[in-house]
């Protein structure tokens, strides 16, 4: 494909109102693969570092991403322009791609990777997500027998077992629901952060469907942020008072100490 071609492409996967130019360096890079300059508005393609079409097509397709979310958002700097939200947008264009057979994983073409991909994900992703889910139904009875125990569960968690609380409190969590294991722990424990049944079958059934991580919370994001804005106010509002009573006790104690102090 030359440089039209790729623009073509890019604009029949999805169009922009900001005009912009293709450009083939002929060149070979050891840093990057290509890269988009927003002030010019151009995608710049080292051609010869790519060995087939699909990774010209992929390289192509992601800074094309950087195109579509400078005309959304404006030119943002370089240490926010692989953000969350540009992954996503990312991998929905390669879905889009996909659909229209401009491009696709070729897992058929090596079955060493096929067999390999097949054994991580059994062998390793399934069965972490298993073991850590029967970890947080043990820490669920752990906490229990420490009750009985007169010991100090957070102690236990601390300088016993010496894991962090807040991965304690994750694993926790996700043993007590009913998670399918297949999507790995990681994935799990987003499935697990939402708030209520049908957000969780929701970001579970993305998650099977092999949506990537940053799709997923997302589109997840988006939808806590659509809620009824007199809703997600009440709620906020009853954290704050939460915070200020929390801050009010610690300030009289605090002063409570200097008067004693003199």
């Known amino acids: 494909m030359n440089q039209d071609q790729i623009k073509e492409m890019l604009l029949s996967i999805e169009e922009t109102s900001l005009d912009f130019s293709v450009t083939f360096t002929g060149k070979k ?8 300059k927003p002030d010019t508005l151009e ?11 699909s990774q010209l097509v992929y390289t192509a397709i992601h800074e094309y ?7 959304a958002d404006g030119v943002l700097r370089s240490a926010r322009a692989h953000s969350a939200v540009f992954w996503a947008r990312f991998h929905r264009l390669l ?35 298993r073991l ?4 947080g139904k043990l820490l669920m009875r752990a906490h229990e027998i420490c009750n009985d125990a007169g010991i100090r569960y957070e102690d236990y968690i601390d300088r016993v077992l010496c894991l962090p609380r807040v991965a304690a409190k994750a694993v926790v969590k996700i043993g007590a629901l009913d998670i399918n294991p297949a999507i790995g722990y990681e994935n799990m424990k987003t499935v697990a ?14 998650f099977t469907a092999r949506r ?14 659509a809620e009824d804005p007199v809703e997600r106010l009440a709620k906020e509002k ?12 610690r300030l009289e104690k605090i002063e409570e100490s200097l008067r004693s102090s003199h």
Do not use: W
Not at 43 to 53: A, R
Not at 132 to 135: D, G, S, V
């Open 29 to 36: 890079s050891k840093k990057v693969n290509g890269l988009y």
């Open 43 to 53: 995608i710049l393609i080292h051609n010869e570092n790519f060995t087939n079409e």
């Open 65 to 71: 991403a950087h195109h579509l979310q400078c005309e």
């Open 95 to 129: 879905e889009k791609a996909e659909k229209m057979g401009l491009y696709r994983i070729d897992m058929e073409s090596s079955p060493e990777l096929s067999k390999l991909t097949e054994e991580i994900q059994e062998k390793y992703l399934a069965e972490n997500g």
């Open 132 to 135: 850590m889910k029967e970890l």
């Open 193 to 206: 952060a939402q708030p209520t049944a049908e957000g969780r079958a929701a970001a579970e059934e993305k």
């Open 212 to 225: 990537s991580p940053d799709s997923v919370k997302t589109e997840l994001s988006r939808k806590l942020e």
């Open 238 to 249: 009853i954290r704050l008072e939460k915070t200020i009573a929390t801050l009010t006790a």
